[in-house]
T-cell receptor, first 114, second 116 residues
Framework: AQSVTQLGSHVSVSEGALVLLRCNYS??????LFWYVQYPNQGLQLLLK??????LVKGINGFEAEFKKSETSFHLTKPSAHMSDAAEYFC????????????FGQGTELSVKP | EPEVTQTPSHQVTQMGQEVILRCVPI?????FYWYRQILGQKVEFLVS????????KSEIFDDQFSVERPDGSNFTLKIRSTKLEDSAMYFC??????????????FGDGTRLSIL
């Protein structure tokens, strides 16, 4: 069965600092991987996804993630944090031939200090 | 940009009562989903729906739950007899192609269901 683990339920960075949010997955087959962001009182917004091809994927708002099969990881990064990046971030996996079902990690709350 | 809309944003219901949560998916999307998030916990898959039938459901989605697409635009989740543990944020999502795996799902803002 597929699962997703996000290391660190809370991450705090200073404005302008590197953002690194960690995600590891387990899957018996190559999965499709997603990062979603949730701002307070809003739904989940897609940041980026990996399906096939280039392992470094770029998303919205300057975020990117790299799929590393050998490490079963899909960490999310942004070179320079902005105050508006403060939100909850969810990593998710969608296994092949499961009707698009998403399995989410527990989420990481990102705080950005001025 | 088209979006998924959910109503109501907050529903308060007495335990044992029936509740219907409503969603309007993006108009050209064919696959519909419900997820829930209990406070402080993960977002959990409940059910996926395509071509007027359930594609897949989780163990959470027992006989108390049902989904329906009553017309060309709405997608509903019904809980027949609510329990305290049904209190959660319920998210509706839709995607253009579900069987083509890896299609992104677009989420609504959620309905917060509070069972008293």
């Amino acid at each position: 069965a597929q699962s997703v683990t996000q290391l660190g339920s809370h991450v705090s960075v200073s404005e302008g600092a590197l953002v690194l949010l960690r995600c590891n997955y387990s899957s018996s087959v190559p999965p499709y991987l997603f990062w979603y962001v949730q701002y307070p009182n809003q739904g989940l917004q897609l940041l980026l996804k990996y399906t096939t091809g280039a392992t470094l994927v770029k998303g919205i708002n300057g975020f990117e993630a790299e799929f590393k099969k050998s490490e079963t990881s899909f960490h999310l990064t942004k070179p320079s944090a902005h105050m508006s990046d403060a939100a909850e971030y969810f990593c998710a996996v969608s296994a092949v031939n499961q009707g698009g079902k998403l399995i989410f990690g527990q989420g990481t709350e990102l705080s950005v200090k001025p | 940009e088209p979006e998924v809309t959910q109503t109501p944003s907050h529903q308060v219901t007495q335990m044992g009562q029936e509740v219907i949560l409503r969603c309007v998916p993006i108009s050209n999307h064919l696959y519909f989903y419900w997820y829930r998030q209990i406070l402080g916990q993960k977002v959990e898959f409940l059910v996926s729906f395509y071509n007027n039938e359930i594609s897949e459901k989780s163990e959470i989605f027992d006989d108390q739950f049902s989904v329906e697409r009553p017309d060309g635009s709405n997608f509903t989740l019904k809980i027949r007899s609510t329990k305290l543990e049904d209190s959660a944020m319920y998210f509706c999502a839709s995607s253009e192609f579900g069987r083509v795996d890896g299609q992104p799902q677009h989420f609504g803002d959620g309905t917060r269901l509070s069972i008293l």
